[in-house]
């Protein structure tokens, strides 16, 4: 199983940056793919970054340019990157880690989340 922590969240005028953390423990780290959720009132959650177990990179249109996502497996960190946030960017973000499993539902494990506020 693997506990994941979310931190960096805070609030940060349109055009700055924000770096969210993701710390992990509890499984071996490497073999999981790990995404960055955000889910926003009034929205549905959405899907905004994406790394797999063999660092390959996806990322949402509407952030793809502007966001990063990386991760440190022998610290068991996963990271985002945020530039030039705008006020749509206002989410809370979550940190996910996913592993698909042959015939059994694929493990599936959820941070807390970590609050973004874009906002003059």
């Known amino acids: 199983q693997v506990q994941l922590v979310e931190s960096g969240g805070g609030l940060v005028q349109p055009g700055g940056s924000l770096r969210l953390s993701c710390a992990a423990s509890?499984?071996?780290?490497?073999?999981?793919?790990m995404l960055w959720y955000r889910h926003a009132p009034g929205k549905q959650r959405q899907l905004v970054a994406h790394?797999?177990?063999?660092?390959?990179?996806n990322y949402a249109d509407s952030v793809e340019g502007r966001f990063t996502i990386s991760r440190d497996n022998a610290k068991n960190m996963v990271y985002l990157q945020m530039n030039s946030l705008k006020p749509e960017d206002t989410a809370v973000y979550y940190c996910?880690?996913?592993?698909?499993?042959?015939?059994?539902?694929?493990?599936?494990?959820w941070g807390q989340g970590t609050q973004v506020t874009v906002s003059s």
């Open positions: 996910n880690a996913w592993r698909l499993r042959v015939g059994v539902p694929a493990d599936d494990y």
């Open positions: 509890g499984s071996i780290f490497s073999i999981y793919d």
């Open positions: 790394i797999t177990s063999g660092g390959r990179t």
